[in-house]
Each structure stands twice: as C-alpha cells, then as structure tokens.
C-alpha cells in the first residue's frame, strides 16, 4: 500500500487501486468543520446528521474538481424541511444550512417513534436533490443535475444522481452522528467505476470484486476516531494494491462578507429595499449559514436619497 499520512480529522483525500478498476475519495470530518457547522443551528438531531450527510457529499463530488470552484449538494420540497444545502469549496472552506418546519418535524418525529426520517418524508413526494457545480470563472455557467428525493437515505438518492447524471457506476456510504464528547463527526466514502479501454480490457468483473469490497464497510468503522483512513482503505483493498493521494485540509468556512452583500443588495429595486429600511435608516441581514449579522446603512446600497 502506497500511503500518504492523514490527519486525524477534517479532510479529504483521493485514492485508487493498482489492480482494481475504480477511483475513490475518503473524507473524515470533525470538530474543525462539521461540528463547527451543526452546532452553530439549532436543529434536531436527526436534521443535523443529514445535513451532514449533504456536506460529506458535495466533498466528496467538489474534492474532484481540476478547477476553482464550489459544489453544493442542495436538496428542496413541500415538506417538513423546505431546503436542505451542504457546500464544499475548492480551498477546503464548507458551510451548510437547513430550513425546517419545528412542528411539522415534531409531528414526524413522532410517527417515526424517534427513528430517522426517510427522504421522502422530509421533502415530501415532490423532493428534489440538486448537485449544483460552479467554477469561480464567471463566463462559465453552472452545471446542475437533479433527481428525485424518491430512496431512503440522501446516499442512495446520490448514488441514483450519478448513474442518470453522469452514467457511472458508484458506490457511496456517508455516516454522521456524534462522538463520545457530544461533538458531531462524520465520514464519506466513494467509488467509481473506471470504464475499460484497450489498455485494462473489460472492467466487468474486477468492478464487481471492488463493488462487493466496499459492501462489506460497517456504519461502526466510518465512526470509528481510532480507524484512520488508511487503515479502512487497507483493509478494503490491500489484496488489489491501494494507493492514497495527498489529502486537503477542510474547515468551516463562510463566504459571507460586507462587500459582496452589498452587492447583492445592489441587484434589488430600491423600493423593496426602503420596505426593510428599520427605523435608524439601516438594513439588519443576517447569513443563513454562518449566522454573522451585518447592519448596513441604506444610502451605501442605494446612494443617498434627494
């Protein structure tokens, strides 16, 4: 096994196998990210985890990218949680937000007798999950593919996203909850298949061998501090030979800043803005991920008034 160290926790790292057709990445998150992000909202538990869950899979799909830019793993619909995004940009920084209806949750929570909601019935019959991609160069257009909030969990929803999306065989488990110090950790794993060219011949059955590799991973060993990740890579594929790429470090990390919203603000008629005037002739917005709070006088967004 070729390695490159990890840390203990906080980010991501591709890999791949001499022998086996697939490319993979590992993301391990923890007090310096996820617990940051989660602890900052106050969302029912089981909110949290799947909102961690988002994080770890736009991760896993922006840790990919040759360019500069962010993905967000956004989900939305009619339900008890109206809009559900995790994002991950290019220089490690994550943030995430969820908005949720606390008594059609508590109504939910309920009927499940505590369990964990399924998709479906967060976002309701007409839930949406979005991986939206965005290069930092403004003369390129976002991509988005979309698919149905229709399985059980946010990974299968994710692993049916690539198969109509991007046509690619993938394996993904994502894991989320907290640790024995009450702080929420989280880790993700993905496989992807590597389709055969002249070189490799038919990836048939080594994908197969790899698929039935990665089935064997337990919830127990994705939360487990102790197991680093290359010990779990190890023990997956040694036989095939496992190589591991540098990681990148990961934080929490929130674009939000004066300048831009201003900007933003700037995008809006004057008289919708004058509505939310208060009474001192400031404009009091607060960032739905980080929730830092900004007061931002009226006359430096639209000029002063004659």
């Known amino acids: 096994m070729t390695l490159s160290p990890m840390p203990q926790s906080d980010y991501v790292s591709g890999f791949s196998s001499d022998t086996l057709p697939l490319q993979g990445q590992f993301v391990r998150l923890g007090k310096g990210s ?46 008890p949680v109206s809009m559900l995004v995790g994002e991950y940009r290019k220089d490690g920084g994550l943030r995430a937000y969820a908005r949720h209806e606390p008594d059609r949750w508590e109504w939910l929570n309920k009927v499940n007798k505590g369990e964990k909601p399924h998709m479906p019935q967060l976002f309701g019959p007409m839930g949406r999950l979005g991986l939206i991609i965005m290069q930092d160069n403004p003369n390129t257009q976002p991509y988005q593919g979309i698919v149905p909030l229709g399985k059980g969990s946010l990974a299968e929803c994710a692993a049916e996203y690539f198969a109509r999306s991007e046509q690619v065989d993938t394996c993904l488990q994502l894991k989320v909850c907290k640790n024995s110090d009450g702080d ?110 900004y007061r931002i006088p009226i006359d430096e967004v639209t000029g002063p008034t004659s």
């Open 184 to 293: 929420w950790i989280g880790s993700g794993i993905m496989i992807q298949r590597i389709a055969g060219d002249d070189l490799r011949g038919d990836t048939e059955d080594g994908w197969q061998e790899a698929r039935a590799l990665f089935s064997t991973i337990k919830d127990q060993e994705l939360a487990d501090e102790a197991l680093s990740g290359e010990e779990l890579l190890y023990r997956l594929f040694h036989e095939g030979g496992v190589r591991v790429e540098k990681h990148s470090t990961l934080a929490d990390a929130c674009t939000c800043n004066r300048e831009r919203l201003i900007g933003t603000l700037q995008g809006m008629g004057d008289d919708s803005l004058r509505e939310l005037v208060e009474a001192d002739g400031n404009l009091s917005l607060d960032c739905q991920f980080c929730g830092r709070s």
């Open 34 to 79: 996820l617990s940051a992000i989660l602890e900052r909202h106050a969302y029912p538990d089981h909110l949290a985890e799947i909102l961690g869950e988002a994080v770890l899979l736009a991760t896993l799909v922006g840790s990919r990218m040759k360019f500069e830019g962010r993905v967000m793993a956004q989900a939305e619909g009619d339900g």
